[in-house]
């Protein structure tokens, strides 16, 4: 095997295992392959490998795969060692304990936001924000805190292939990130969750990185004149965890 083989062959496996772990249900091999563009054949010596390491595990006698408890590991060595959780932690608790609203964590990953931490109030809330689980990088509060700080090339790319059929709106969503930009936070209402409002501000490196993104969320009917106290103590902790960087 020629050494430049093997990005892509990496790529490729981990391509597979990614598929298996967005999916959030058991999938059939046939499935990842028409998902991943790979032949069966091909998929199928990459389920194995993945199998192998723990990485994946076929899902009781139906043939199925899901993720493997591999996965356990690596979950509670990231909760347990990331940078970003363990600067943040305290400071999350702090605003949900000040508002008595729910708040995220969200980070960019290869096209997807993915929820990394997420911390309940007491009070009840709707919302499709788990951690683990990927979301769109066009809806919502959060996705627009972290499109429009990821770096221009990055985003004009994301949203060029999103809007590829409909450059006015794809013009109309570039404006509107320039705007939050400078701003320096995203709200939105009821664009991933009915009745959900929510302020999102960016977590930016001392060198203007993005790191992730803070997101409180409460019910529509529960924010009215608060609006302007939560944006600004939402924004207050993520300055804050920033400067922890």
């Known amino acids: ?44 010596r990459h ?3 993945l199998k192998k390491w723990g ?5 009781m006698d139906s043939g199925l795969f899901e993720p493997g408890p591999t996965g356990v590991q690596l979950a509670w060595g990231f909760d347990q060692n990331s940078n970003l959780i363990s600067q ?24 997807q936001m993915v929820c990394i931490a ?16 990927a ?27 999103e809007y590829a059929g409909a450059p006015q709106e794809g013009e109309a969503l570039h404006a509107q990130m320039a705007e939050v930009r400078k701003r320096g936070y995203a709200i939105s209402e009821s664009e991933v969750d009915f009745g959900v409002w929510g302020v999102s501000a960016p977590l930016l490196s001392h060198n203007g990185r993005l790191e992730g993104t803070l997101t409180l969320m409460a019910p ?26």
């Open 1 to 44: 095997m020629d050494a430049t083989d093997t990005p892509s062959i990496v790529d490729r496996v981990l391509h597979v295992l990614a598929c298996v772990a967005k999916a959030g249900r058991p999938i059939s091999a046939k499935q990842i392959a028409a998902q991943v563009a790979l032949p069966l054949s091909t998929v199928y």
């Open 47 to 49: 389920l194995a490998a």
């Open 118 to 133: 997420m911390e309940e109030a007491d009070q009840p809330l709707r919302c499709s924000f788990v951690k683990g689980r």
């Open 88 to 111: 943040s932690r305290e400071e999350i608790s702090a605003l949900v304990a000040r508002t008595g609203e729910s708040v995220g964590l969200l980070v960019y990953i290869n096209g």
């Open 220 to 245: 529509a009917l529960r924010v009215g004149e608060r609006e302007a106290e939560l944006i600004r103590l939402t924004r207050e902790t993520a300055e804050r965890i920033c400067n922890r960087f």
């Open 135 to 161: 979301h769109s990088m066009f809806k919502g509060a959060s996705a627009k805190s972290l499109l429009a700080f990821l770096p221009r090339s990055l985003q004009q790319r994301l949203i060029d292939t």
């Open 55 to 59: 990485l994946l595990q076929e899902h």
